[in-house]
């Protein structure tokens, strides 16, 4: 397994924008993909975006298509999420994890990932 450290989490209104980054460290990062959930207290853990072993290919939830992007950066072991025009439904806590299988793509599927990181807290205000 992998270990995942999130931060750049925290409170920003609504509109605004903030930058997620979650750094691994335990395995080798460049072979397996990566992804954020988020998940509000009470309610399911829900997919945000993924991003392919290479960076080459990205998935996202609907609802943040065209605001949230997913990054990585092989050579720092790190993987990002910039979020733009945030909403009020955005806050929650984030959280990233790492694919099972090496090479392999996955996507909105919570048990293709064995490894997840503590979380960073979202917050969105009016």
């Known amino acids: 397994q992998v270990q995942l450290v999130e931060s750049g989490g925290g409170l920003v209104q609504a509109g605004g924008s903030l930058r997620l980054s979650c750094a691994a460290s335990g395995r080798t990062f460049s072979s397996y993909a990566m992804g954020w959930f988020r998940q509000v207290p009470g309610k399911e853990r829900e997919f945000v975006a993924a991003i392919s072993w290479s960076g080459s290919t990205t998935y996202y939830a609907d609802n943040v298509k065209g605001r949230f992007t997913i990054s990585r950066d092989n050579a720092k072991n790190t993987v990002y999420l910039q979020m733009n025009s945030l909403k009020l439904e955005d806050t929650a806590i984030y959280h990233c994890?790492?694919?099972?299988?090496?090479?392999?793509?996955?996507?909105?599927?919570?048990?293709?990932?064995?490894?997840w990181g503590q979380g960073t807290q979202v917050t969105v205000s009016s």
């Open positions: 994890a790492a694919a099972r299988t090496q090479y392999a793509m996955v996507r909105d599927y919570s048990g293709n990932y064995n490894s």
